[in-house]
Nanobody, 117 residues
Framework: QAHLVESGGGLVPPGGSLRLSCAAS????????MNWFRRAPGKLREWVAS????????TYADAVKGRFTISRDNAKNTLYLQMNNLKLDDTAVYYC??????????WGQGAQVTVSS
């Protein structure tokens, strides 16, 4: 059974930065497109960013473009999300997932990111 574990969440003031990590195990991470999603309080889950298997193709939601960077280290089976210039609206539980953006196959348990002054 595939296993994804997010880490690196926390409390940060507006304008601050955080880096989320997602450690993958029990499946061949190198062969899977990976994604980040988030769910803000009272809202539906939304897609944040995706990266192809090589790390060369990255796409972002308009709300985070220019502030967030998705990356991966296939040697370490780890996915990252560098988040800069965080805003109050970025407060959410962030999830990593494996598979296509529209129908991911595997999900992590989530990491809380809170942006507050």
């Amino acid at each position: 059974q595939a296993h994804l574990v997010e880490s690196g969440g926390g409390l940060v003031p507006p304008g601050g930065s955080l880096r989320l990590s997602c450690a993958a195990s029990e499946f061949d991470f190198r062969l899977w497109e990976m994604n980040w999603f988030r769910r803000a309080p009272g809202k539906l889950r939304e897609w944040v960013a995706s990266i192809n298997v090589y790390g060369s193709g990255r796409t972002y939601a308009d709300a985070v473009k220019g502030r967030f960077t998705i990356s991966r280290d296939n040697a370490k089976n780890t996915l990252y999300l560098q988040m800069n210039n965080l805003k109050l609206d970025d407060t959410a539980v962030y999830y990593c997932s494996a598979g296509g953006r529209l129908t991911p196959s595997y999900w992590g348990q989530g990491a809380q990111v809170t942006v507050s002054s």
